[in-house]
């Protein structure tokens, strides 16, 4: 069964968590992104997700793979979504299920870090004042570096 | 299975390979899974390399008394459970082991098949539609070997398996199916017979008269805007991912310097000096910007 989908409709966490529950767990943790309304310093309208899906669909099952290695859980998954946005919506959902919280809350928080670094997935803000851009791209021309306020991975 | 997540039916599934290899090759009256076109490479290590290239995870479909045959066995295998019905019974046993999956099935007598036909494909699918495939260039019936069954295909297809057809032309033309046209007529050719084989063989031997490749690029995010297309193929003496991102940035307006970058061969990550070969399908990886 995958581990990591995408999906173009709004992710159902309820019944995405009950999948993940075990008779051996006593713990669950979460991790839920939404869309912000402020990046930088703009007003965001709306975001736009587009990835390069067979690559990133093997890099995110390899990510959640070694999350459940290194921190010894049986039970993870994660949900990106794809396509137009609005303010509020969840973005990406991440969930661990394990015996004991320690490790349910480190596997959580490596599968969101990995998948924000590594997932070949692009987001487009729209901003209020009808101005648009991909994100960590727009900047990063040859002689820009003035204007270059973020790190890149 | 209770602990595994339940499929969401809105989710787009997930794309696998199942490279159909469990012919008996009768009019060829040798097995064309072994045969090599244009070098020492078996078709069916060929065929499993450009699929393998273009979905999640890839699979050969045998019947059980092939499973151990030295080629095949070098392979993830899915064995046939129904016997006698050709390439339909690849499909069910495939659809069974994961029915959460959509497939790309493959024929594994398609020597012309080439990455970019494939990737054509993969951009034209419809997940909502139970099937996607090309129109044949001969006769504008479905092309059933070079084509995406979604999930929801399953139980049409057993539906027809049950009520005694074994055609999968016949399944496709019935069912709802996105046709689409042929990037380059001619690459689902299959070759069945020893004069077809001679023929093909000898025209993919003949050596090139310089050192180009066909490759395909697909561009993503801020390149896809930038070079104002998804996907673009073309002949190239790059003989690297850098030397073809500098042959690419003079024809488009890139603002991307190679160093913020990544880049993808074939589905999965490589260097930017790794060397290109025939067919290879290139995608530029801009900063990435997920969760």
Redesign the interface.
């Known amino acids: ?3 990591f ?6 992710i ?1 966490t309820r ?2 968590a ?5 008779p051996a767990c006593g713990g669950y943790a979460c991790f839920e ?1 939404w869309v912000r309304d402020t990046n930088d310093g703009q007003r965001v309208r709306q975001l736009e ?11 995110g ?1 390899r990510i959640v793979a070694e999350a459940m290695s290194r921190f010894g859980v ?2 993870a ?1 994660c ?2 979504r794809l396509g137009d946005l609005a303010v509020g919506e969840l ?2 959902w991440v969930g661990v299920s394990a015996p004991h919280r320690a490790e349910a809350f480190g596997a959580c928080r490596y599968i ?1 870090d990995e ?10 803000e729209h901003y209020l004042n009808g101005d648009s851009g ?5 900047r ?3 002689g820009a570096s003035a204007a270059h306020a973020h790190r ?2 | 299975m209770a602990s595994s997540p339940a499929p969401i039916s809105d989710a787009v599934a997930p794309l696998y390979g199942l490279l159909l290899a469990g012919g008996r090759s009768t009019r060829m009256g040798r097995d064309k899974a072994a045969l090599s076109y244009g070098g020492d490479t078996p078709q069916l290590e060929r065929a499993m390399t450009l699929l393998a290239g273009h979905v999640v995870r890839a699979y050969i479909s045998v019947r059980p008394e092939q499973a151990a045959d030295p080629l095949r066995a070098r392979f993830p295998q899915i064995l046939d459970t129904h016997d006698n019905v050709g390439p339909i019974a690849g499909l069910l046993a495939a659809q069974t082991a994961h029915p959460e999956a959509a497939w790309l099935v493959l024929a594994c007598d398609l020597p012309l098949l080439d990455a970019r036909t494939l990737a054509h494909l993969l951009r034209a699918r419809d997940p909502q539609r139970m099937a996607t495939a090309y129109r044949s260039s001969h006769d504008a019936l479905p092309e059933p070997l070079c084509a995406i069954y979604e999930p929801a295909s399953r139980k049409a297809l057993a539906a027809h398996l049950a009520s005694g057809q074994h055609c999968p032309r016949k399944f496709l033309a019935s069912t709802d199916t996105l046709l689409i046209e042929q990037p380059a007529p001619g690459a689902l050719d299959n070759i069945n017979t020893p004069k077809e084989y001679g023929a093909v063989a000898e025209r993919l031997t003949r050596p090139t008269t310089d050192a180009q490749r066909h490759i395909t690029v697909q561009y993503y995010a801020v390149l896809r805007e930038q070079a104002g297309v998804r996907e673009e193929s073309l002949v190239s003496a790059a003989r690297t991912p850098g030397e073809l991102y500098a042959e690419l940035s003079r024809r488009h307006p890139f603002t991307l310097a190679p160093e913020v970058l990544r880049v993808a061969i074939n589905n999965e990550f490589r260097e930017w000096t790794t060397p290109l070969a025939e067919g290879d399908a290139v995608v530029f990886i801009p900063p990435v910007a997920g969760g």
């Open positions: 069964m995958s581990t989908r995408f999906t173009r409709t709004a159902e019944a995405l009950a999948a993940l529950a075990n992104g997700y587009e990835a390069f899906e067979a690559l990133a669909v093997r890099e099952e049986a039970h998954a949900v990106h973005a990406v969101i998948v924000k670094h590594r997932l070949p997935i692009w987001k487009k991909w994100v960590n791209c727009e990063c021309a040859p890149h991975p």
